[in-house]
């Protein structure tokens, strides 16, 4: 948890900046802590003085210095902002206590002063204890600083009496800027008291003779008293006069040894009455002084334990109010202090608070088995665990019961959705189609479909269960797998307690391949679970009981699939990407990258099959309203395939590319899908040859006709009706020939080039064999519908040339001479040019092929009927000729090799003219041009276009 620098706690003034152990030291900064319990820390000179720190304000602070020496910082540590700085420093000065001065600290005195036990004090020498400096100079001042100097010599003083006092230090505090020639001097100065100092008992007597004088004259003094006292001690018999009798009967052997007892217990007795009457003044005084004191004492107990005494009260509230982090603390401060407490009554409170603690760590355990938790709060409580010293290992605890959570979570998520499903799949509660045929179409949004009637109504329909269903495993992992990670990430990095500024936490890092494995067991679960529902043949090997607890689902093909599956692909690749991003290991999302390879392999199948099943169905939707453009007319059936093609296509775009390189494996290099790839584009390219073969050939349903009944409008929309035929104003069976071959050369000769690049940009490989198939498929259909039309159109025309020549009883070998060209073969001719203006209407790029084809079978069937002319007289073979030569001249433009030989072997067939009969012919070809000039000139402009 990174803390911003504006929180951190900053010392930025001191007062008094210097003094000895017990000083009242002010500190002044900046976040010196929110309240009192936020201050975790507080160091003066690396001396821990928290103990004895007071919070103020988050300006101020209070302490008592302790045993401090030397210059240091002043170091604040909080739990809102971690350990501070210092911008000024503390100066720790040394003290040299006497018998009679208080210290704040205990000061080891054996360094200063000599102490004989036991022995009586004597007066010291004069020369001892003196304050003057010991060169007999005069001091100056230091040209450094104190903290200069303590860096060059750490540890060591310049006090004379200190057990680690350094000379050169002395010399640079005190003396920097005497001469080399005073020092010299000082130092005679010092080797002279030396001297007299090592001169010993002599010396010290001879300087305190009138002392010893003084002393003598007192002694002589008390002793002439006692003399005294003797020479009246007959007298005086226990403070009585004593009777001449007694004094007769002791000896005078016996009166000096009187005399001496009468005067000790003199003595003692009086200092007995004393000490006695001393005790009857004082004794009520010092009973009450005694029990003043008694009471006095327990009061500094008391006050000085009252945060032990008050410990449990205080522990109650900050559970209640869940400040849990106060109650770790105080416990903490407790136990540093009374732990291994023998005084009874702080034992019993410290049991009583020992036992609160136990029942928060059971409480703070069950509060962290309780789930759904957030993760920062789960960190919070197992941090509270740690720093209480819980038994076992709360994080791996906590990981565990997620783990179980989780699965258990999936199960259930897959029983209630499997329930929905059963009770949804008899055949009238299925709702309508979602495959948008007959007019309808889809436009994708959430998790909802629009289907657009064509009478413009939207209708929407909502997802199956079972995409439902994986929707809601996605979210359940997206919103429990990360944390469950995220927390075994911080377990294994120790930084759950690290986080929050807490003491370290042990972890056992062999867990490591467990955790994985707890890992991996939900991801298996969670794809075994979506196979289940959509891809239940992948499931074939696992056994029966693990079979029926992924769930048995009903067929999803009767709820079209392909409306659903992309988005099914999208939401698992999305938890996928989750998990790479987070560093799961490979190992770990096995499971889903191989269900996320499945199900883009049969979103590509089911959607490229269910589109070749939706283009098949296109001549349902034919409206024959033509669209001009300069390829010629076209219906709106190719642009329909198309838009089929390029939706499919954008619907698999996010199945068939890989999001990132580390994502998945690319879907096509596997053999056997870039071979289903391109069988399955092949199909669905040539479906919409399949459909126009449909509507060329396959007779018309009922439905069919119902259905192009309501589609007149369209048809009558159109710029320019050829449909002039029928109540209905639909196309002769002939122009529907021609649109459909005008469709099928379109979508060979623009649609498809185009959807084979829109393939190779979503990157299908192999489609130059698909492009081929294709193509392949296409002039196979234009042939046959080609020679359908061409025949349904020429074997009118031939089949009336034969009638129409031989009309009237005709004869070649007796005929009258020729006037002009006869009826049939300008009825021929006006044939061909209905033909024509039928093909330039629909596609005027097929006229040469068609005309050509029609002129070759006015051809093929003039050299036949001529052939079987058995003689010509002069007329006949001039007639002949012109017939002949009308013909040919007429459709001269549209001649290709097999008409032109097939004329050639008719006027062979014929005999040659005379020179009078040529010129004839040319008059009556002239005749002929200059009476079907205008019907002629199609035939002409023609030339002049193709």
Known sequence: MKRSPKDVPKVTGLSPKEGPPGTKLTIRGENLGINRNDIIGLIIC????????????????????????????????????????????????????????????????????ERRLKSISRPTSPMQGSVHDPLGLAETSPPMTDEELHEMFPGCSSNLAHKNFEPLLYLIENHSATSFQDLKKGLLYLAKNSALKAEGPQTFIKSN??????CQDILAAIHENLQMHENFGDTLTNGKPNSQGDAQ????????????????????????????????????????????????????????????????VNIERNIKKGDYEVVINDYGRARSLFAETEVPVFKRVYLEVEKMIDDLRIQLEKKLMELPLALDDQKKLIRYLCELEAPGDPAWKCIDNQQQWLLKLLLKCKNEHLQIDQKHTQPESMGPSLRPHKGHTRTHSGSQFKLITPDSSVVDISPPQRVLYLEELVEILQLTFINMWKLGQSYFSAAIVAEAGGKDMSVDNSKKGVFEERITEVTELFANLIRAAFLPNTLSKM????????????????????????????????????FTALDVPPSALIHINKLVTDLRRQCLTVLFTEATDDIRSLHGRETWALQMDDHGGITTLPLLFESIVIDTLQHLKEVVTSQRSEDNE???????????????????????????????????????????????????????????????????????????????????????????????????????????????????????????????????????????????????????????????VKEAIMIAIAIHAEVHAIAPAFMPRVMAQVLEAIADEMARLMSCVTSFSASGALQARLELAAIEEALNPYRNAGSSTSFQEAVQLVPTLSTSDKGLLQNLLSKFHSDMRFQLLCFTVDTSVF
């Open 249 to 312: 009967e002791e000896g005078e052997g016996e009166q000096e040894n009187v005399v001496q007892e009468f005067t000790l217990e003199k003595i003692e007795r009086c200092l007995t009455e004393c000490n006695e009457n001393a005790q009857n003044i004082f004794k009520t005084v010092l009973h009450r002084k005694d029990r003043a004191d008694s009471t006095r004492n327990a009061l500094n107990v008391l006050n000085r334990f009252k945060f032990l005494f008050h410990l449990p």
């Open 543 to 578: 056994s029966k009981e693990r079979r029926v607890e992924c769930g048995m689902w009903s067929d999803f093909q009767s709820e079209s699939p392909g409306a659903w599956l992309p988005q099914c692909v999208r939401n698992t690749r999305s938890i996928l990407s989750s």
């Open 46 to 113: 690396n001396v821990n003085c928290t103990m004895m720190a007071e919070w103020i304000s988050p300006s101020k602070i209070i302490c008592r210095t302790t045993n401090c020496r030397g210059v240091g910082d002043v170091i604040v540590a909080t739990r809102s902002g971690g350990m501070g700085s210092c911008t000024v420093k503390f100066k720790g000065t040394a003290i040299l206590p006497n018998p009679v001065q208080e210290s704040a600290v205990w000061v080891d005195e054996s360094s200063f002063f």
């Open 209 to 214: 003779l009138g002392t010893f004088m003084n």
């Open 666 to 824: 690319n879907i096509f290099a596997d053999f056997d899908v870039t071979k289903r790839s391109v069988e399955l584009a092949s199909d669905m390219l040539k479906a919409f040859a399949q459909c126009l073969d449909q509507l060329a050939f396959q007779p018309k349903t009922e439905a069919d006709t119902t259905q192009r009944l309501h589609l007149t409008d369209a048809v009558q929309r159109t710029q320019e009706s050829i449909f002039q035929k029928g109540d209905d104003n639909l196309p002769s069976m002939e122009q529907c020939l021609v649109i459909v071959l005008s469709n099928c050369s379109h979508v060979s000769e623009h649609i498809t080039p185009n959807l084979i690049e829109q393939f190779k940009s979503h990157g299908y490989p192999k489609m130059l064999e698909v492009e081929n198939n294709v193509l392949d498929a296409y002039a196979e259909l234009d042939e046959k519908i080609f020679e359908a039309y061409c025949e349904q159109k020429t074997d009118p025309l031939v089949g009336a040339l034969e009638p129409g020549m031989y009309e009237g009883h005709f004869d070649w070998s007796d005929c009258p001479k020729p006037s002009g060209v006869r009826a049939y």
